[in-house]
């Protein structure tokens, strides 16, 4: 118990996990891969794994830490998001409540997985009993927006979101709605940034699927690197969410996690985190004590 374990969703996308495995591997003590049984997405759609994806697991796998979990994941009864947050609590549930339970999508890169391990470890008081003290971890997207010919455009400020909890009891995918704990780790999130043939494929089975602004699609297609500073809004749901874009002149990723090091502006300052983490303490002591109260009366 108290261990790191680290679950990854195998679908669609799964050739994405050759670079969001590799940078978790050797700080996991395991890792779980949660693969449908009938290879079918959220929506119903079915997919292939080649082969060949198999066999680098097993080349990558010089631990013996990796687990496969195959699960029936689709229930056609269930909406898309549903679908999701169902998987990934089966997935949880699997990894073994008492240990850390940190969930990573395909297409997430973090840049020191090492360091957010030795942040959370300084919790483990929290492992001792989960049900009665819960809790979740987040940490800070970078995301890309999409690939032009000669770099990226990314999402101009760093967006939180949570990739660890200690009981698993998720509200909507990854999500528990309980107390959160912020760190200043960051981490490269490809989201949207596909072809064209890609993303309209991710649209359709991702849990999203329903949510999706009706105006996104052709505003993404139109959006370049000579043109992106013109707009504004670019969120996929809710589009205010990602209000500016801005550009890094390469495509490669090790070349964009070295700029995510060292731009200041990508940075999460001291003051933010502590004002963040504050916030979460009293908001959830102020919870716990009206609660008390209430059941005294």
């Known amino acids: 118990m108290k261990k790191i374990h680290v679950g990854f969703l195998l679908s669609y996308d799964y050739e994405k996990l050759k670079m969001s495995i590799p940078p978790v591997y050797s700080a996991a003590d395991k890792i779980f891969i949660a693969e449908d049984i009938n290879k079918k997405t959220w929506s119903g759609n079915e997919f292939e794994v080649d082969d060949s994806f198999y066999e680098w697991l097993k080349e990558l ?13 689709y229930i056609p009864e269930l909406t898309a998001i549903q679908n999701d947050t169902r998987e990934r609590h ?11 339970l ?4 395909s297409d997430e890169y973090f840049i020191d997985f090492g360091s957010f391990v030795q942040n959370i470890k300084k919790y483990n008081h929290y492992l001792d009993n989960p049900e009665k003290n819960k809790v ?13 010919d000669k770099g990226i455009l990314y999402v101009n400020k760093p967006m939180k979101s949570v990739f660890a909890t200690n009981y698993p009891n998720y509200k909507c995918a990854r999500r528990t709605n309980e107390r959160t704990i912020y760190f200043d780790n960051l981490v490269l999130h ?35 690197d000579t043109n992106y500073s013109q707009f504004e809004n670019f969120y996929y749901v809710e589009p205010e969410r ?6 890094l002149p390469t495509r490669e990723i ?16 001291k003051i933010f985190l502590f004002s963040k983490n504050f916030g979460q303490w009293f908001k959830f002591i102020w919870k716990k004590s009206n609660s008390n109260f209430e059941h005294y009366f």
């Open 90 to 100: 089966l997935l949880s549930l699997k990894m073994g409540i008492g240990n850390w």
């Open 61 to 73: 796998d010089v631990d013996n830490k990796i687990e496969i979990y195959r699960d029936n994941f």
């Open 136 to 148: 979740q971890f987040a940490c800070f997207w970078l995301i890309i927006y999409k690939y032009t």
């Open 190 to 224: 490809e989201s949207i940034a596909r072809t064209e043939e890609q993303l309209l494929y991710k649209l359709e089975n991702w849990g999203h699927s329903n949510e999706v602004d009706k105006n996104f699609l052709e505003k993404w297609k139109m959006i370049d």
């Open 102 to 105: 940190i969930q990573i999508d």
């Open 242 to 247: 990602w209000k500016k874009l801005d550009y």
């Open 254 to 269: 090790s070349e964009i996690k070295k700029i995510m090091v060292s731009e200041s502006k990508l940075k999460i300052s």
